[in-house]
Nanobody, 126 residues
Framework: QVQLVESGGGSVQVGGSLRLSCAAS????????VGWFRQAPGKEREGIAH????????YYADSVKGRFTISQDNAKNTVNLQMNSLKPEDTAMYYC???????????????????WGQGTQVTVSL
């Protein structure tokens, strides 16, 4: 059974940091494109960071480049998202998603991902 479980969300002040984790089942994790998405109220879900776990290549949205870092932990089948210099506009529900044994090649749309976690809320306040 494919599972993706996010953790690490919460509330933080502007300029603060949070680290999100996505614990994936082996099928979802190995040699696959795993991505982080976010969705704010009234807005479309957007891809912000992807990683191909087969080689470690990463992809970022311009809105988070230089502030967020996606990484993989092969010992734990986990994909992490380190978020620094957080802004109020980063407030959203954050989701982990995995493709179906496919590479990323670029930042992709939500429809390219087959499996999704339940989401974790991130709130950035002034």
């Amino acid at each position: 059974q494919v599972q993706l479980v996010e953790s690490g969300g919460g509330s933080v002040q502007v300029g603060g940091s949070l680290r999100l984790s996505c614990a994936a089942s082996a099928y979802a994790y190995s040699g696959n494109c795993v991505g982080w998405f976010r969705q704010a109220p009234g807005k479309e879900r957007e891809g912000i960071a992807h990683i191909y776990t087969g080689g470690g290549k990463t992809y970022y949205a311009d809105s988070v480049k230089g502030r967020f870092t996606i990484s993989q932990d092969n010992a734990k089948n986990t994909v992490n998202l380190q978020m620094n210099s957080l802004k109020p506009e980063d407030t959203a529900m954050y989701y982990c998603a995995a493709r179906d044994n496919e590479n990323c090649f670029r930042l992709r749309s939500p429809t390219d991902f087959a499996y999704w976690g339940q989401g974790t809320q991130v709130t950035v306040s002034l």
